[in-house]
């Protein structure tokens, strides 16, 4: 992985845009700040995609702020109404620990996850435009950390064997991110979150070209650690920071609302920080993870 700035011009058209956001955390109240947030972030996104042609919004979880019913509502109402100004990309959902809580309280597991999202399960795959996307997710009620199954760890791994021998990139999408790795996970930070955490670096192993795309830390995109290397041994992992409210490196929160652009080119993927609020490329948060057939990434 490398920063590039200078020479993005000279790589071509890109093959395909998509964005990247989470933690939403859409509430009830029409009014609050974090639906004015979401809101705020899909009117940006469909106007950048009418210009470029996104192939689809993926999101990284935390859909709503305790799994409710009447959240989901409310989140739904806000797609519709974005709508109306024109086309929105697909979204394609991951479901974070947030959005367990008050489905299996009532005893509806993933009634509304499933119903709202349009989602079959909370692990799935998806084939975009000649891209791999594959989402993970919690199978059980969590107040914080994801529980992956040992088939769903299986099936990943079935998953990635398709790409063997194949340097294309591949994007994966998990709520919470593995310890030690991007901005929040760090051990001190405490907000890493896989039970399976070993079990899942063992999965991932060997496949370099997988991008993995991770939320719940809030960690706004400036902080250091945004991006894991993996260097050429496992994922590049990038911290997608929030739509909601963002954290900082001083354990504070702050107000704010950032996600990612992605493009991707027959030479890799760049990785473009985007701020919802004031509608604007973060310069300073534009990666490129490169493509080559030792899966080795650059620095």
């Known amino acids: 992985m490398w920063r590039e700035k200078e020479t993005t011009s000279s790589l071509g058209e890109p093959l395909?845009?998509?964005?990247?956001?989470?933690?939403?955390?859409?509430?009830?109240?029409?009014?609050?700040?974090?639906?004015?947030?979401?809101?705020?972030?899909?009117?940006?996104?469909?106007e950048l995609a009418a210009a470029s042609g996104s192939t689809g919004i993926m999101h990284a979880g935390d859909i709503t702020d305790h799994g409710a019913e009447a959240e989901y509502v409310q989140f739904s109402a806000i797609v519709e109404r974005v709508k109306q100004h024109g086309k929105l990309p697909p979204v394609l959902y991951t479901i974070g620990n947030h959005d367990t809580?008050?489905?299996?309280?009532?005893?509806q597991e993933l009634g509304s996850f499933k119903h709202f999202t349009g989602m079959d399960s909370?692990?799935?795959?998806?084939?975009?435009?000649?891209?791999?996307?594959?989402?993970?997710?919690?199978?059980?009620?969590?107040?914080?950390?994801?529980?992956?199954?040992?088939?769903?760890?299986?099936?990943?791994?079935?998953?990635?064997e398709e790409h063997r021998g194949d340097t294309r990139p591949v994007f994966l999408f998990l709520h919470q991110p593995l310890k030690n790795t991007v901005a929040g996970s760090l051990e001190e930070q405490e907000w890493y979150g896989v039970n399976q955490d070993e079990e899942l670096r063992a999965v991932l192993a060997g496949w370099p070209q997988v991008i993995l795309f991770t939320g719940h830390?809030?960690?706004?995109?400036?902080?250091?650690?945004?991006?894991?290397?993996?260097?050429?041994?496992?994922?590049?992992?990038?911290?997608?920071?929030?739509?909601a409210y963002l954290w900082?490196?001083?354990?504070?929160?702050?107000?704010?609302?950032?996600?990612?652009?992605?493009?991707?080119y027959e030479q890799g993927v760049r990785v473009r920080g985007r701020d919802f609020v004031a509608r604007q490329w973060m310069e300073a948060q534009d990666y490129f993870v490169h493509n080559d057939d030792t899966g080795e990434k650059g620095s």
């Open 248 to 264: 900082t490196d001083d354990d504070a929160h702050k107000a704010g609302s950032q996600g990612y652009y992605i493009e991707v």
């Open 122 to 160: 909370v692990y799935y795959d998806r084939w975009i435009a000649g891209s791999h996307f594959i989402f993970l997710g919690s199978e059980t009620q969590t107040a914080k950390n994801a529980e992956l199954s040992s088939t769903q760890l299986a099936w990943l791994g079935e998953k990635l």
């Open 217 to 243: 830390t809030h960690w706004e995109l400036g902080a250091p650690h945004t991006v894991f290397d993996g260097q050429g041994e496992i994922a590049t992992m990038f911290n997608a920071a929030s739509v």
């Open 16 to 46: 395909m845009f998509f964005q990247v956001i989470t933690d939403t955390h859409v509430t009830v109240d029409p009014n609050h700040v974090h639906n004015q947030q979401f809101e705020r972030a899909l009117l940006d996104i469909q």
């Open 101 to 107: 809580w008050k489905d299996w309280e009532q005893g």
